[in-house]
């Protein structure tokens, strides 16, 4: 059984549909009976309700679960008490977070109770840190070095229509510190102190990017050695504007992100989310989707290796890759801990279903001898 928390959300909904479609046995949970009604509506007549702060009403609806697929957000705000339950229930845990903060912190606080308890927890299973983590591992694992100088996974999106969700979760991300991989380390990084220059796959481009927080940064030093490991997002189309703010950017970066970070836990920033909170909850139109690229790059020496995607739809690829791990952990029982994508599934293989299940773009490195995907 698979019990999806957030299931009237977008994404919830989606990775329901899709459920659906495999024919899975699935209830969908949330804190909202009729709105959660309105969402099962011909797909799903197992609905169950429970508020995010309520332990023991959590634990009670994932009792039956094998599987909790967690996409209540802000993460930040209500994940860990979510993962709690999961635990507490004995049952496997993913969610759709892309909040660096909050993966970190799921990281230091539940790794040795998920391995004794013989239970997975898998954050950021979505389109942002599932595909980066990926192609992270298999540019890294086709160098010839057993670690990289550096690993970067950078994203380009376009056209984005984000959710309330999605709008409250990057708001909440904003005021929390942000992280980079530094010889063996997470160090702290101002969002925007670094630039770099990208070529991205299809009509994307070449593009600058900029240093932001993505949770990559703490899961793919989990499994391919790297004395750095930073991510970036473009700042969109190549013209004078981006140049020159990208210019702008790494003076003003070490400057504004304390200054932002503490404006946000003033009244300005409840007065921010309580407007998100109070839009109407529109979903992003499935005429006019968001197209996105990624591009990881690892390199030791003069050796640079990489790993590209693109496509379009980034809510539907994220409800894709959530149930993909729903259903490789619903008869799980010989992993336990807090693993990252790449732990769960051989990366190679994993996007080559993904790919070919939502016609996405992907270019892969060839593979060192001798060292087949797992
Ligand atoms: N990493 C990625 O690539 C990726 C991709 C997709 C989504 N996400 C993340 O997934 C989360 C959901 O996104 P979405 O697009 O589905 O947003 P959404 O459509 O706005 O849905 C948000 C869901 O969270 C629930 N929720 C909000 N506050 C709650 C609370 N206090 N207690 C219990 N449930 C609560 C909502 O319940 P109600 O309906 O009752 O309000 C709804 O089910 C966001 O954090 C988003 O950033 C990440």
């Not at 003033?266 to 909170?277: C, D, F, K, Q, Y």
């Not at 109070?278 to 989707?289: K, M, T, Y």
Request: aromatic residues 6%.
């Amino acid at each position: 059984m698979i019990i999806i928390y957030g299931a009237s959300g977008h994404t919830g909904s989606l990775i329901a549909e899709a459920l659906h479609g495999q024919e899975l046995e699935f209830a969908m949970t949330g804190r909202d009976l009729v709105k959660l009604q309105t969402a099962a509506g011909g797909i799903c007549d197992d609905v169950r309700c429970a508020q995010a702060h309520d332990h023991d009403g959590l634990v009670d609806i994932f009792e039956d679960a094998d599987v909790v697929v967690n996409c209540a957000g802000p993460f930040g705000l209500m994940g860990e008490g979510v993962v709690r339950a999961a635990l507490a229930a004995d049952c496997h845990y993913i969610d759709t977070a892309g909040e660096q903060d909050f993966v970190r912190s799921v990281y230091e606080q539940f790794e040795s109770a998920a391995r004794q308890a013989g239970r997975v927890i898998i954050n950021a299973c979505a389109f942002e840190v599932a595909l980066g983590d990926w192609a992270a591992n298999v540019a890294a694992a086709a160098l010839n070095s057993p670690i990289a100088d550096s690993i970067s996974i950078s994203y380009a999106v376009d056209n984005m229509q984000p959710t309330k969700g999605t709008r409250l979760s990057i708001l909440d991300a904003m005021g929390k510190p942000g992280y980079r991989w530094d010889e063996d380390r997470w160090v702290p990084a101002s969002p925007g102190a670094e630039r770099i220059e990208v070529n991205y796959p299809e009509s994307f481009g070449q593009r600058i990017a900029l240093s932001f927080p993505s949770p990559e940064v703490i899961t793919v030093p989990r499994h391919s050695p790297a004395r750095r490991v930073q991510t970036f997002m473009s700042l969109g189309q190549d013209n004078p504007l981006t140049r020159a703010a990208s210019l702008v950017a790494p003076v003003i970066a070490p400057v504004l992100t304390p200054l932002l970070g503490s404006l946000l836990r003033t009244s300005l920033g409840a007065i921010a989310e309580s407007t998100i909170r109070a839009a109407e909850g529109a979903r992003p139109s499935e005429d006019n989707v968001a197209r996105f690229a990624i591009v990881a790059e690892a390199t030791c020496g003069t050796q640079t290796k990489r790993c590209a995607i693109a496509g379009e739809n980034i809510y539907r690829v994220s409800a894709g890759i959530a149930c993909l791990a729903a259903e490789r952990l619903q008869n799980e029982g010989e992993l336990g801990g807090v693993l990252t994508p790449s732990e769960l599934f051989p990366p190679r293989l994993a996007l080559e279903e993904i790919a070919a299940q939502h016609s996405l773009f992907i270019e892969l490195p060839d593979e060192v001898p001798g060292e087949a995907t797992p």
